[in-house]
């Protein structure tokens, strides 16, 4: 049985993907990592204004029902959601390209003594 719910992680996938080459090109110098200067913070951040604005839109709605988005759709919106959902976890493991070893999930710098800590570990 085919669920609707993989269907649209796999096309969140398919989008990542499509619109990371056009936000870290391989001719550019720009790392996913640069559009995160305080980790995971700065991606919650993101994903707070997309909630914002995924509930500005089903406010309108309620009050309008002729009311149409601009720009994207609250399912786009919710698909993006997705995809910084991703990245937060990504960022998390510290798997995200561009990010600095040497520095936490907040990118922080970590002290000294827990990376070579963690050398040891491996």
């Not at 936000?23 to 550019?28: A, E, F, L, V």
């Not at 995160?36 to 997309?50: A, F, H, N, Q, V």
Request: overall charge negative; aromatic content about 10%; hydrophobic content about 35%.
């Amino acid at each position: 049985m085919k669920k609707p719910s993989l269907e649209v992680l796999k096309e969140a996938a398919e989008i990542q993907v499509k619109k990371g080459n056009d936000y870290q090109n391989p001719n550019s110098r720009i790392k996913q990592a640069d559009y995160y200067p305080r980790g995971c913070s700065t991606i919650c951040d993101i994903m707070l204004g997309k909630c914002l604005r995924i509930q500005s839109v089903l406010e309108s709605m309620e009050q309008d029902e002729d009311y149409k988005p601009n720009f994207e759709s609250l399912r786009d919106s919710a698909v993006d959601l997705i995809n910084y959902a991703s990245f937060f976890v990504s960022y998390m493991d510290g798997n995200i390209d561009g990010q600095a070893p040497d520095r936490d999930f907040l990118n922080r710098p970590i002290p000294t003594f827990k990376i070579a800590q963690a050398f040891k570990n491996e």
